[in-house]
């Protein structure tokens, strides 16, 4: 029997009350690729419970992060969140953070972690879907950590979008959304960011196994050619 966590943090925050938190502690949840796993209800039955497949999707500024994301999500049923539009959805509706985060933004900064987070995390458990795009995050140690700090929980795997830098300040400065921080000067800061704290978290999930990197240059058609067979590989696995 197929059993949707009510919230996924619930499965891994053992503070939050739910029927998931009496599931033995040494219990490995988002091993790669898993996403069931055995619990113990409250009268003690065990049965499947369906557990999220989080997939972190990494790359440098205009790397084609959110292009993918959309064909993914057509193609395999994910959900896309993303972390940047996130962020700039908050300043619309909390005054509170609004200057800080368009400042980050602007200066090609990262916000603080603990915001990012909850942002993802309400997202996340707002969501009825199991299968979640998490882009453009981490993007950095603090944030990778805060993550899993907060919820316990780890990518099942991590794709990475290999853009070299003339391209990827082709492609922002011909993007035509209005964004704050498509413009050279920006563009120059956040590429150095990327470097300084990005990069080393990409080589943290490439030592662990789990990242999938990804040729991004090409048309938006062949670079999805790449990343197709990742998530069909898995597909059954993962319904
Ligand atoms: N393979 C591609 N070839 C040419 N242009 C592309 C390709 N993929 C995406 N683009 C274009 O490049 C721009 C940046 O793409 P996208 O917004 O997907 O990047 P991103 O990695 O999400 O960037 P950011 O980190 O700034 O959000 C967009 O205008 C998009 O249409
Ligand atoms: N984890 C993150 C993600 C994004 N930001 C800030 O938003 C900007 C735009 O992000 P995109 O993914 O849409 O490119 C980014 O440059 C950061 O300033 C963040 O702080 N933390
Ligand atoms: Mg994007």
Known sequence: MWRRVASVFTLLAPSRSS?????????????????????PTEDGV????????ITFVLGGPGSGKGTQC???????GF??????????????T?????DMINDTIKEGGIVPSELT??????????SENYKFLIDGFPRSEENR???????GAEPNIVLFFDCPEEEMVRRVLSRNEGRLDDNIDTMKKRLKTFTAL????????????????INAVGTEDEVFEQVRPVFAKYEKEIR
Request: glycine share 4%.
């Open 19 to 39: 029927v998931l938190n009496k599931v033995p502690h040494n219990l490995k949840f988002l091993e790669v690729f898993a996403t069931e796993v055995m619990t």
């Open 46 to 53: 065990l049965s499947k419970v369906k557990t999220p497949f």
């Open 70 to 76: 959309l064909k993914i999500v057509e193609s395999f």
């Open 79 to 92: 959900t896309h969140l993303s972390a940047g539009d996130l962020l700039r959805k908050e300043t619309s």
């Open 94 to 98: 909390n005054a509170k953070f609004c």
């Open 117 to 126: 987070v909850k942002l993802i995390q309400g997202a996340i458990d707002s």
């Open 145 to 151: 950590s805060a993550f899993e700090k907060i919820t």
């Open 198 to 213: 990005s990069l080393p978290v990409i080589n943290y999930y490439s030592e662990k196994g789990k990242l999938l990197k």
